[in-house]
């Protein structure tokens, strides 16, 4: 089992930064993906930004160029910086933490997801 913590989120006005942490805790494998989702009302969740242990990242087109994504493979912690913030990034903001569990012969793909965080950007 994986627990994960997350804090920062909060409200901001049009143009701001905040910063997400998220820290997993328990059976972590040295090889896993940890990011963020979001979740606006009405809308499915999508996926904001993720980072590899191996340093590989994914953002969504929507965030490129002002979300920054970033971990300490030493202590299990992820962070988004979040910059130029606009309305249209209001929800509330999850933490992902996926890994491969290996048993004899097979494997299947763990996720956890953090409680969430509500970001919200004020016009």
């Known amino acids: 089992q994986v627990q994960l913590v997350e804090s920062g989120g909060g409200l901001v006005q049009a143009g701001g930064s905040l910063r997400l942490s998220c820290a997993a805790s328990?059976?972590?494998?040295?090889?896993?993906?940890m990011g963020w989702y979001r979740q606006a009302p009405g809308n499915q969740r999508e996926l904001v930004a993720t980072?590899?242990?191996?340093?590989?990242?994914n953002y969504a087109d929507s965030v490129k160029g002002r979300f920054t994504i970033s971990r300490d493979n030493a202590k299990n912690t992820v962070d988004l910086q979040m910059n130029s913030l606009n309305p249209e990034d209001t929800a509330v903001y999850y933490c992902?933490?996926?890994?491969?569990?290996?048993?004899?012969?097979?494997?299947?793909?763990?996720?956890?997801w953090g409680q969430g965080t509500q970001v919200t950007v004020s016009s």
């Open positions: 328990g059976s972590i494998s040295s090889i896993n993906v």
């Open positions: 992902k933490f996926s890994q491969r569990v290996y048993y004899r012969l097979t494997s299947r793909l763990d996720d956890y």
């Open positions: 980072l590899t242990t191996g340093g590989s990242s």
